[in-house]
């Protein structure tokens, strides 16, 4: 039965294309997962791979075996190798990589140097280039002898005699401009370049701004080393927009849905660990004032409203302050405007929705001191959540992190605890 | 003294492209983005509104006369018009939309019927298009004879007798076949094309599945209507992950970091409001046990622990989930698999960090009931935040609204009601 099965599915296999391949094991529990992975034959294999997420990908590279995965890799052209390169077990990789030809291992060899995250870890190797001397003719000769043209070929690329990029001509020139023209007078000078150690993210937003589909990447002499197309960026954008929010749970990136149970349970222990110690010292702050509340229990039970009011006005205050630090729109110049009319507003709400708080605790419990109380608790606890809210993203982002994932831990800790803090001390104070 | 300023801040202005002076406006406070406006002359400030943010164009389209808005209006062609149509008063709109020729009258007033984040919202109206017996000679002429291209163009729209779209010509293939080639010989008759009511995300996943560049747009009967370019795609998919960071912290889409001090004030209102009620709810649990805390105000200081330590849990449980729905990994079918995974993990990870946590209570406050009531209802609460953190996001999803935005407000409002519950009620019934 196992066989026949088995049968039906390499027949079924056999009717998806590969991106549907793809995106059916994206689907599958780990298992059955790894069952369709084994039927796939081996050419198909190396293309499915190259579609598959990060994290499903590297799960079946560790199941094959190392014959087996040493053909998929085989088949792969050496742009799609360094794409899941950083998903290959180093003596595979290096097998791989000597199997290529000098000037391929060069460039995989170079590509895998760049850090993540840069324009050089995200670009391709192939592009059209000629040289200024051309005709349009000449030109148009070499994109017809081209049998497949890398994708998103929008440009060709000018070089000058020591491969330094001099300029571009888009493909439509081709067509417009009279054959015997000189690639010199009729090309664009004016180029937007990367270089390798660009930020891919700033890249993404030069390719938006200036409506770009491909660009070239030279080096710090101008020589051309690689190429950008707007599909790497894309590809690259919505991966950091994936793992952002996974991170901002303190979930690594790509965390696997269908991975095994003990790994899954295993990979949120260091954020439980950093949630439980926060929780921990957050809980400390209010059995400080344990004989307050043995007085008047009725702060037991309004004192989180005074901690979660603070954490969610500080977090929309983060949520601009890391939206406008994206878009560059914060910089040290109008930190100052920002603090002040952040302050204000948070002042301005403190005092009205604290108001209604402590009418509501003074009727509740009869008790106006415990209103008023309330009420300034609340109003600073604001103020301290908007001071946070923006210190913290500003601070993360200057030191070249991501403001978008620690912000809300130390900004939740720091108004759970002063919530606790400021609205049983003043009770302590005023009350007993 | 004021003059002069205006004078240089007018010759500075004109050594900076269109791009850079929206880049400006988006970083000054409201007072003097509208003094920098002001100084623009109206044909730059067509282009500048266009490249604006959606939230500082609106201000400044508040701000602007209506007879100067109506110049400004005139330099924009439909496309930019179009663009943002949302943002203007509806009789300048209108006024702007009757000077159009019939034709491009039309075409506006279809687009702006569909809704926001549909393909129709986001398509523009040009494109090159021929006819399937012309040649390749002909379309050489075509685009030699268009002074300029639309935008992103890549290939040619080819039209049958009733303007439905037949096939597509990549514009290489204008270079790469013979020029008496019939295009209906050449053609690419397996084209990617989308309908004006299509969601523009899934759009967005087709553009990086298949490598977009341009696709045609066409209607049930497959007449072209308009054509998608992969950068209004990258626009309307950055413009979404940014509105969706806000919005999970309840503010508005495009909320003006730089607005007015009582509108930002006024703009958190509601979620202030939700919050205080979330919060006002879950403390009303706690006021059930004023009795049990006042026996054991140990309570007092370690409920919040327990709230927290779900709260945190579960949505790391829903970020997960929000990705698979996202990256359509999750269907019916494979719903019952991530319920009983998540809530495995949960039971794990409770007992193990619900021990930890009952020990130090223990220790602290040499109670071992009270170190196996918190372990109970640590437990119990990682049970319930991952059965949250699964159920809410899929039912959002399918209810068609954004699983990323009502999620975490739910979750934090059954961990924290409940974890006060579990942790007082179990006390209650063993401690006291």
């Given at each position: 039965v196992q066989r026949q099965q088995s049968a039906a599915l390499s027949r079924e296999l056999k009717k998806l294309n590969n991106a549907d391949i793809a995106h059916l094991l994206n689907m599958l529990p780990a298992d059955k997962r790894r069952t369709v992975w084994q039927q796939l034959d081996n050419h198909n294999a190396g293309d499915v791979l190259v579609e598959l997420n990060d994290t499903i990908a590297e799960d079946l590279i560790e199941i094959t075996e190392p014959a087996r995965l040493g053909i998929i890799l085989g088949t792969l052209d050496i742009d799609e190798l360094t794409e899941i390169a950083d998903l290959l077990p180093a003596p595979l990789l290096n097998q791989a990589v000597s199997s290529l030809e000098a000037n391929e291992r060069n460039w995989v060899e170079r590509t895998l140097s760049y850090p993540q995250g840069t324009v050089g870890d995200n670009m391709s190797k192939d592009s059209l280039t000629l040289n200024e001397r051309h005709t349009i003719n000449q030109a148009i000769e070499l994109v017809r002898s081209t049998p497949e043209l890398p994708p998103q070929t929008d440009k060709l690329f000018v070089l000058g005699k020591h491969r330094q990029l001099v300029g571009v001509v888009p493909l439509i020139d081709l067509i417009r401009h009279?054959?015997?023209?000189l690639i010199e007078d009729c090309m664009d000078k004016d180029v937007v370049t990367f270089a390798p150690h660009d930020d891919a993210e700033d890249a993404g937003q030069a390719f938006e701004r200036y409506d770009l589909i491909s660009a070239p990447v030279v080096d710090e002499r101008h020589r051309l080393v690689g190429r950008l197309t707007v599909e790497s960026i894309m590809d690259y954008l919505r991966e950091v927009a994936e793992n952002q929010a996974l991170a901002k749970e303190g979930?690594?990136?790509?965390?696997?849905?269908?991975?095994p149970i003990l790994e899954g349970a295993r990979e949120r222990w260091p954020w439980l660990m950093i949630n439980l110690c926060t929780a921990f010292i957050a809980s400390r702050f209010i059995s400080i004032f344990e004989d307050t509340i043995q007085q008047l229990v009725a702060l037991a039970a309004l004192m989180p409203i005074v901690a979660s009011v603070g954490g969610n006005t500080g977090n929309q205050t983060a949520a601009l302050v890391i939206r406008g630090l994206a878009m560059e729109q914060i910089q040290r110049g109008n930190l100052s405007y920002i603090y002040r009319k952040e302050l204000i507003i948070s002042l301005l709400n403190g005092v009205i929705w604290g108001a209604l708080l402590g009418l509501f605790a003074w009727m509740l419990y009869s008790n106006l001191l415990l209103g008023a109380v309330m009420m300034a608790a609340v109003t600073l606890n604001l103020l301290l959540a908007a001071l946070i809210g923006i210190t913290v993203p500003f601070l993360l982002d200057r030191l070249?992190?991501?403001?978008?994932?620690g912000s809300s831990v130390v900004l939740t800790f720091a108004t759970d605890s002063m919530g606790f803090f400021l609205f049983l001390g003043l009770a302590t104070l005023i009350l007993v």
């Amino acid at each position: 039965v196992q066989r026949q099965q088995s049968a039906a599915l390499s027949r079924e296999l056999k009717k998806l294309n590969n991106a549907d391949i793809a995106h059916l094991l994206n689907m599958l529990p780990a298992d059955k997962r790894r069952t369709v992975w084994q039927q796939l034959d081996n050419h198909n294999a190396g293309d499915v791979l190259v579609e598959l997420n990060d994290t499903i990908a590297e799960d079946l590279i560790e199941i094959t075996e190392p014959a087996r995965l040493g053909i998929i890799l085989g088949t792969l052209d050496i742009d799609e190798l360094t794409e899941i390169a950083d998903l290959l077990p180093a003596p595979l990789l290096n097998q791989a990589v000597s199997s290529l030809e000098a000037n391929e291992r060069n460039w995989v060899e170079r590509t895998l140097s760049y850090p993540q995250g840069t324009v050089g870890d995200n670009m391709s190797k192939d592009s059209l280039t000629l040289n200024e001397r051309h005709t349009i003719n000449q030109a148009i000769e070499l994109v017809r002898s081209t049998p497949e043209l890398p994708p998103q070929t929008d440009k060709l690329f000018v070089l000058g005699k020591h491969r330094q990029l001099v300029g571009v001509v888009p493909l439509i020139d081709l067509i417009r401009h009279p054959g015997e023209t000189l690639i010199e007078d009729c090309m664009d000078k004016d180029v937007v370049t990367f270089a390798p150690h660009d930020d891919a993210e700033d890249a993404g937003q030069a390719f938006e701004r200036y409506d770009l589909i491909s660009a070239p990447v030279v080096d710090e002499r101008h020589r051309l080393v690689g190429r950008l197309t707007v599909e790497s960026i894309m590809d690259y954008l919505r991966e950091v927009a994936e793992n952002q929010a996974l991170a901002k749970e303190g979930l690594r990136a790509g965390t696997d849905l269908f991975g095994p149970i003990l790994e899954g349970a295993r990979e949120r222990w260091p954020w439980l660990m950093i949630n439980l110690c926060t929780a921990f010292i957050a809980s400390r702050f209010i059995s400080i004032f344990e004989d307050t509340i043995q007085q008047l229990v009725a702060l037991a039970a309004l004192m989180p409203i005074v901690a979660s009011v603070g954490g969610n006005t500080g977090n929309q205050t983060a949520a601009l302050v890391i939206r406008g630090l994206a878009m560059e729109q914060i910089q040290r110049g109008n930190l100052s405007y920002i603090y002040r009319k952040e302050l204000i507003i948070s002042l301005l709400n403190g005092v009205i929705w604290g108001a209604l708080l402590g009418l509501f605790a003074w009727m509740l419990y009869s008790n106006l001191l415990l209103g008023a109380v309330m009420m300034a608790a609340v109003t600073l606890n604001l103020l301290l959540a908007a001071l946070i809210g923006i210190t913290v993203p500003f601070l993360l982002d200057r030191l070249n992190k991501d403001p978008a994932m620690g912000s809300s831990v130390v900004l939740t800790f720091a108004t759970d605890s002063m919530g606790f803090f400021l609205f049983l001390g003043l009770a302590t104070l005023i009350l007993v």
